[in-house]
């Protein structure tokens, strides 16, 4: 029989990884609390129809990578392929429409068909916010702002944020007559993929990373140069706001994120931790997406940011959150009566907040205080026959390496004593 694997595109976290998701995951909770945003958690599957009519069929997304199949009750259902669509379901579902302004934010799996690389899987982890019922050009730097502080809280302190504007819908239709009518002067130029793109997304050429695509893009007209007078002073107003923040920004011309629902402002992070594949996060305006999903016209902006890829970038950016020591005390027993005299003092030691540990193997002794440095813990424990005979434990220091014996009824004081000196110290 062979060995079954996890499927291609998936892994598995183990431990030592899922400490520094846990480190992530409470650097994400902490900034959005701080810009009072509530978690919202959808289900990992919806009707096909969400994603249908809010990423738009000629994309990537509907028409190659997303996960659907037919359930027993003959229904079209989806893996969800991203998050803000769910939202977007979850909040008219529900009437959270009713005060405004929303903010929320999610974290959780989401699923594409694509080639594997180097964080990119098909199944993979977002985060991201979505803020409702505000068309100020500060909710736009107020989301940005929030995306920076979650990638500098994940240890990436090499990061660019590239700023653009697509418009409006009627600005946009004037940018894409223009747009299509240049490509298709090249058309004979254009790379395979551009050519279907042309004729469904047009704008999605300017993804393109065919060389030959990219020299026709770098000359290609400009969407800022189609701006109507309220995307220019919304555009001129997010600027504004980052500037007044203090945040440096690039005007990348090109971004046009890769969804249909995204009007005015969009935007990308990257990190050259990442290598080539540098985004580490994306998102902007959609203030058609609500109304799109029989909604009432609600402005919204927001950002999805891939776990998996932030912690990459962290890791190779040096960043330690998630290595702190996983052991404040271990618990070291030389025989079964020492390890059952060491029952109720690893519970309380517990009970106070501690982390504590007991090898139940019982190991020879030098094994087992091995193990508890490697996990970084402070303070042993060690209790066997003379210490039972005595009514005594032996306290000792990992780092000194220095011993005290000390009676068995005064073991769990002197244990938080020990740690909660460290603490302050």
């Excluded at 080639?115 to 985060?127: E, L, T």
């Excluded at 969009?266 to 305006?285: D, M, N, Y």
Aim: glycine share 8%; aromatic share 8%.
């Amino acid at each position: 029989m062979k060995n079954l694997t996890a499927p291609r595109g998936t892994y598995d976290i183990l431990p030592d990884d899922s400490r520094r998701w846990q480190a992530l995951e409470a650097v994400i909770d902490g900034v959005c609390a701080r810009y009072c945003y509530g978690e919202i958690r959808t289900p990992q599957f919806e009707s096909t129809e969400v994603f249908i009519r809010t990423i738009g069929e000629g994309t990537d997304i509907v028409d190659k990578e997303m996960y659907t199949f037919t359930d027993r009750g003959g229904r079209s259902i989806t893996l969800r392929p991203e998050l803000t669509a769910p939202v977007v379901r979850a909040v008219l579902e529900h009437s959270m429409l009713q005060s405004l302004p929303l903010k929320l934010y999610y974290r959780g799996p989401f699923f594409r068909y694509e080639r594997p690389q180097r964080g990119r899987f098909r199944q993979a982890h977002q985060v991201g916010v979505e803020c409702f019922g505000t068309a100020a050009p500060e909710a736009d730097a107020e989301v940005i702002a929030l995306a920076l502080d979650v990638v500098a809280g994940a240890g990436i302190r090499d990061r660019h944020l590239d700023l653009n504007s697509i418009g409006c819908p009627a600005c946009r239709s004037v940018y894409r007559k223009a747009l299509v009518e240049y490509f298709e002067k090249n058309i004979a130029t254009l790379s395979e993929q551009s050519r279907v793109r042309l004729q469904t997304n047009p704008m999605r050429i300017l993804d393109s990373k065919d060389e030959a695509d990219q020299r026709l893009i770098a000359t290609a007209p400009r969407v800022l140069d189609f701006l109507c007078a309220g995307c220019t002073a919304h555009f001129d107003g997010v600027k504004s706001s980052l500037r007044a923040m203090s945040i440096e920004f690039s005007i990348n011309p090109n971004i046009v994120r890769g969804l249909d629902y995204y009007t005015r402002t969009v935007f990308e992070i990257t990190s050259p931790a990442l290598g080539a594949q540098s985004a580490v996060a994306g998102g902007g305006r959609y203030d058609g997406l609500v109304e799109s999903m029989g909604g009432p016209p609600t402005p919204g902006v927001g950002f999805g940011m891939g776990m998996d890829r932030l912690i990459i970038a962290a890791h190779a950016a040096g960043s330690s959150a998630g290595d702190e020591r996983q052991l404040d005390v271990a618990f070291v027993a030389l025989d079964a009566a020492g390890l059952a005299a060491l029952v109720p003092l690893l519970y309380a030691t517990r009970t106070a907040g501690f982390r504590a540990d007991v090898d139940y193997t019982l190991r020879k002794m030098d094994k087992q205080l091995k193990g508890a440095a490697a996990r970084g813990a402070p303070l042993a424990v060690i209790v066997g026959s003379d210490e039972l005979s005595a009514g005594e434990a032996t306290i000792q220091d990992l780092v000194t390496r220095e011993r005290a014996r000390v009676a068995i009824a005064k073991v769990e004081d002197e244990i938080v004593r020990r740690l909660r000196h460290r603490e302050s110290a």
